[in-house]
């Protein structure tokens, strides 16, 4: 039955996502492996950012009608 995981001693595992947004820094390592983790998903964020604001759609700018000399 321990096998299969259908006995109540085996431990609960966690889910991933709470490991990604809950990390265990009870040591060095753990703490450089969740800064670094942290740090590639900012980047990207930020590069998925900057891709989209450089495929937005711009408005068109409006002529500037200039007046004839007086």
């Known amino acids: 039955m321990e096998t299969l995981g ?4 085996t431990p609960k ?4 996502w709470t490991t ?3 990390p265990d820094v009870s040591d060095e390592m753990a703490a450089r492996t969740a ?3 942290a740090m590639y ?5 930020a590069a998925i950012t900057a891709g989209a604001a450089l495929l937005r759609k711009s408005p ?3 002529p ?6 007086a």
């Open 6 to 9: 259908l006995s109540s001693s």
């Open 41 to 45: 998903g900012s980047f990207f964020v």
């Open 13 to 16: 595992t966690e889910p991933i």
């Open 60 to 62: 068109p700018s409006l």
């Open 35 to 37: 800064a670094n983790n």
């Open 64 to 69: 500037v009608e200039v007046s004839p000399p």
């Open 20 to 22: 990604w947004l809950w």
